[in-house]
């Protein structure tokens, strides 16, 4: 029996679920989709307060993730130190930072012309 495709819609859903499950911060979603030469349609960037945190989050994405869609990242990067971890589903990048090291690299500057989703947290 085929694997069912997860929609991507349902996959930002469920990835927000992850991060919002462990208290990570200022979330934003960018729509790379209209830009050219992107590697992914989404970049979904969050950040937590210490590099247990980060790790956190990034357990529970992939936790919910797989528990609801089946879906494993293809790739994950810079766990080892949880200052900036990258995890990639493919059509939809989620970065996950440390306050400070999101605000030196500042990635929503270097895709400015992205349309940016800001989510509310609700806590």
Same mark, same amino acid.
């Given at each position: 029996m085929a694997k069912k495709e997860t929609s991507t819609d349902q996959l930002i859903t469920t990835i927000l679920k992850g991060i919002e499950e462990v208290k990570g911060q200022d979330i934003d979603i960018l729509d790379l989709r209209e830009l050219e030469n992107t590697v992914c349609d989404y970049f /979904?960037?969050?950040n937590g307060t210490s590099n247990t945190q980060v790790a956190a989050i990034v357990n529970s994405i992939q936790k919910i993730v797989s528990k609801e869609?089946?879906?494993?990242?293809?790739?994950i990067e810079g766990l080892d130190n949880a200052e900036w971890?990258?995890?990639?589903?493919?059509? /939809?990048?989620?970065h996950v930072f440390q306050k400070h090291i999101r605000e030196f690299y500042d990635i929503e500057?270097?895709?400015?012309?992205?349309k940016i989703t800001t989510i509310a947290s609700s806590y």
């Open positions: /979904i960037i969050c869609t089946k879906e494993k990242p293809w790739h971890v990258l995890m990639d589903y493919v059509n /939809i990048v989620v500057s270097l895709w400015g012309d992205a």
